[in-house]
């Protein structure tokens, strides 16, 4: 499955963003989701991840109460509702797609391509 990563920007402290990951099947229900992030100098961590029908989430805990996870899967997209940013946010997002329900990166076989995502203080 090819994943399409969108809407990064540059954003205030405090402010919100909205990201996408558009598949290019219709087989995108077959899999669970998940979001990336990866700062400059630092390890790809996890961020959320979303089970294949949008029924279970689960978020890091630096951005728990932040972020919301959610998916349309007749749209075949994904999507990821940054709130109450903060520089420490600052990092480019990656959009993944896998078999498992997992946090672990190794899990996620697809990838996007990522989309940048700037918090200025």
């Known amino acids: 499955v090819q994943l399409q990563a969108s809407g990064g920007g540059l954003v205030q402290a405090g402010g919100c963003l909205r990201l996408?990951?558009?598949?290019?099947?219709?087989?995108?229900?077959?899999?669970?989701m998940g979001w990336f992030r990866q700062a400059p100098g630092k390890e790809r961590e996890f961020v959320a991840t979303i089970n294949w029908n949008g029924g279970s989430t689960y978020y890091a805990d630096s951005v728990k109460g932040r972020f919301t996870n959610s998916r349309d899967n007749a749209k075949n997209t994904m999507y990821l509702l940054m709130n109450n940013l903060k520089p420490e946010d600052t990092a480019d997002y990656y959009c993944a797609a896998s078999r498992l329900y997992s946090r672990s990166r190794a899990e996620y076989a697809y990838w996007g391509q990522g989309t940048e995502v700037t918090v200025s203080s």
């Open positions: 996408s990951c558009t598949a290019s099947e219709r087989t995108f229900s077959n899999y669970h």
